[in-house]
Each structure stands twice: as structure tokens, then as C-alpha cells.
């Protein structure tokens, strides 16, 4: 709930407090992860996501987590092959279109953004996150008229 309503802080230490009695849990490590994140403390977040897909190499939000990480780091390569592993082990999860998306657009690849953004459409044809990319896609493919339908 502290990390819902923005209290990344507060959060970082209760969690502390349970990763201490539950070393082992990679959920804990996502959340971590992103805790760090939203604190700008990036090299902390990745080693965070690393130690989730390590303990959890089979759960797609572990690679979804580190996807994230290594994209606020600046290694987007290595972002987009997480991305993928997250999407090749829970297809149906959204979330996984949208950080593909935003990765390809910081790869300089509208194209291949616009497709993952569409892709997750097929999934939640309301996707907030999948309308965004695909506006974004859309404006550095000079296809503004159509991103700014979306925008509508």
C-alpha cells in the first residue's frame, strides 16, 4: 500500500525488514527493484532485477522488472531481449508490449514499436500504456494525424 500510494521510501523499509526473514523471495527483489527505480537509484534497481530472474529465472515479471531496469540504465539492447523473455513466458501480459515499445522507440525503431504496441492491443484493446507507444510510434513515423486520433 506504501508503494501504491507513493511512499517509496517508507516501502523500501518494511520491505528490508521482510527480505531479512525471506532472503530467498524474487517477488520481493521486483519490488525492490522498482522501489529503487521510482528513487532514481538505478544501478541499485538493476542489481535488484538481476538477483530476481536470478532466484526466479521462469517468472516473467522478474525479466519484466530487469527489462525496466536495464532500459532506465541505458542498456536497451539488453532491455529488449528481457522484454522478449518476459513476453515468451507470459504472452497475454500486456505490460510486456508496452516496455518492448518504449525500448524500440529509445532503439531508434518506430516500426518494430508501433508492431509490439499493436500486439498488445490484441490483448487489451484499452491498454493505456499500448495507446500511448503506438501515439508515440505513430508521431516519429511522421504519421501524426493518425497519433493524434489516438490522443482523442
Known amino acids: 500500500m506504501l508503494y501504491d500510494a507513493g511512499l517509496y521510501r517508507q516501502a523500501g523499509v518494511l520491505l528490508q525488514q521482510a527480505m531479512a526473514e525471506e532472503p530467498a523471495d524474487s517477488a520481493n527483489y521486483c519490488l525492490l527493484s522498482n522501489i529503487e527505480c521510482n528513487l532514481n537509484r538505478r544501478s541499485e534497481s538493476l542489481e535488484a532485477a538481476r538477483r530476481a530472474v536470478s532466484l526466479s529465472p521462469d517468472h ?3 525479466h519484466l522488472c530487469l527489462a525496466n531496469a ?3 540504465n541505458y542498456k536497451r539492447e539488453e532491455a ?3 522484454a522478449k523473455a518476459a513476453m515468451s513466458l ?3 501480459f500486456c505490460g510486456c508490449y ?3 515499445a518504449r525500448i524500440s522507440i529509445a532503439l531508434s525503431a518506430p516500426a518494430v514499436a508501433l508492431q509490439y504496441a ?3 492491443l490484441k ?3 484499452l491498454s493505456v500504456g499500448c495507446l ?4 508515440i510510434a505513430l508521431r516519429a513515423l511522421g504519421r501524426a494525424p493518425e497519433a493524434e486520433a489516438i490522443d482523442k
Open 90 to 92: 507470459n504472452p497475454q
Open 118 to 120: 499493436e500486439d498488445g
Open 132 to 135: 500511448s507507444q503506438k501515439a
Open 98 to 100: 508496452v516496455i518492448a
Open 123 to 125: 490483448i487489451d484493446a
Open 70 to 72: 536495464l532500459y532506465v
Open 60 to 62: 516473467f515479471y522478474a
Open 80 to 82: 529488449l531481449i528481457e
